[in-house]
């Protein structure tokens, strides 16, 4: 199935009447419509439920929802292109993710946004809510905070817990990377990764294409390249100047273009495209900052052989939706307690393998709306899951 972009743009009205009222409901999973069906469904029947699960907590995976729903979590300080705009107007946001995780991964998925920016309240939060959902989707939290977070959630709580801004990203910009790739012919292992952006997308992203085998990726901040003789690193961009810039480059994004093959911009800054001209032959840009790209791709497109965003209305788009339905799909139906490394990685190849149907240099990815990407990835994910032992 190739990729469509919208050719009528959405109109402000059409917007909010889709929004009105909220994008969620609940429904019942068995109807009631009898005073039997009444009894069964709440009491007296539903006391023997609960009876079987206070002598077996175990029976709660069967007897319940809770093992099947995902939080999307948000404290609303990095939402979308709009920043730090509070847990109430996140809320729009948390619920598309939602009818997205149900639409499709076939998984129920209900918003929670919190009302503290402090860290450990929300990790008391969810802790105290463990008994209540079977996985934790992270969105919309700033860097660097957003680590931290992550990392102790997933010490806190026995479920898969991700950070879809970081890892969702991270994993289909690889399949994108890879379908790019088998169009011109190329090796990821050879290339030069120029990555503009290190807050929570551009650290993933670096991390996983290390581990997908690129030998040479150069990370920026605002300030410009990260390396090892920087003053006033923060512990994570520390890690990146240990790991990446093998080359030992210094100065800015002028510096790191050159000879490079790869941008891939998640900065939300605009560039220079004179900076794209001193790319290698072939050159593939990225430029995946929402809404406005870090140079419009048409005018990328007189540069490199490979233009990609994160909009709709431009080919190659680059969609988180792509991955985080089939990861936590193939987390849950494993049952594993974590999100691992290889799960990702797998992840991004069941992407790349659903695209290899029909590449080319406008279609490097499936569309966003085909129905063959999440099944695929969540058996995909499972399989990981149970190499790695984490089920």
């Not at 402000?12 to 929004?19: A, C, L």
């Not at 551009?202 to 390249?225: F, K």
């Not at 929402?290 to 490199?304: F, L, S």
Request: proline share 5%; charged share 20%; with cysteine.
């Amino acid at each position: 199935m190739t990729g469509t972009t919208m050719t009528t743009p959405v109109t402000d009205t059409e917007i909010f009447e889709g929004h009105e009222g909220g994008k969620l409901s609940v429904a019942a999973t068995r109807p009631i419509s009898s005073p039997r069906d009444l009894s069964v469904a709440y009491t007296p029947g539903v006391a023997k439920v609960s009876r079987a699960i206070a002598e077996d907590a175990a029976k709660a995976k069967r007897y319940t929802w809770a093992d099947r729903l995902v939080v999307v979590v948000s404290d609303g300080t990095a939402v979308l292109g709009l920043g730090d705009i509070g847990a109430s107007a996140s809320l729009p946001v948390m619920e598309g993710k939602s009818v997205l995780f149900k639409t499709f991964g076939g998984l129920d998925s209900i918003p929670l946004v919190l009302d503290t920016t402090d860290v450990d309240e929300i990790i008391e939060t969810l802790v105290r809510l463990r008994p209540s959902f079977g996985a934790v989707n992270l969105e919309d939290i700033s860097a660097p905070r957003c680590f931290e977070l992550e990392d102790r959630l997933k010490e806190a709580l026995d479920c898969p817990v991700m950070h879809d801004d970081q890892h969702g990203t991270a994993i289909v910009t690889l399949a994108a990377l890879r379908g790019a790739n088998q169009v011109l012919g190329k090796d990821i292992s050879g290339q030069r990764v120029v990555v503009s952006g290190a807050g929570a997308a551009g650290v993933a992203c670096a991390r996983i294409l290390q581990n997908a085998g690129v030998a040479d990726v150069t990370v920026l901040d605002s300030r410009g390249i990260i390396h090892s003789g920087r003053d006033g690193l923060n512990p994570i961009k520390r890690k990146l100047a240990e790991t990446t810039n093998t080359a030992g480059l210094r100065g800015g994004l002028g510096e790191a273009l050159k000879g490079a093959d790869v941008f891939l911009g998640l900065s939300g800054a605009t560039i220079d495209e004179s900076l794209l001209a001193g790319m290698a032959d072939d050159a593939i840009v990225f430029a995946l900052s929402n809404p406005d790209p870090e140079v419009h791709p048409g005018v990328a497109a007189q540069y490199a052989k490979i233009v990609a965003t994160g909009r709709s209305d431009f080919p190659n788009q680059i969609n988180n939706v792509l991955a985080f339905p089939g990861v936590f799909r193939g987390a849950l139906d494993s049952g594993a307690r974590a999100i691992t490394e290889n799960m990702k990685l797998a992840a991004a190849e069941a992407i790349f393998a659903v695209a290899q149907d029909d590449l080319g240099p406008d279609r490097i990815v499936p569309s966003p709306l085909d129905p063959r990407v999440a099944p695929e990835v969540a058996a995909a994910v499972a399989k990981a899951a149970e190499a790695d032992g984490v089920v």
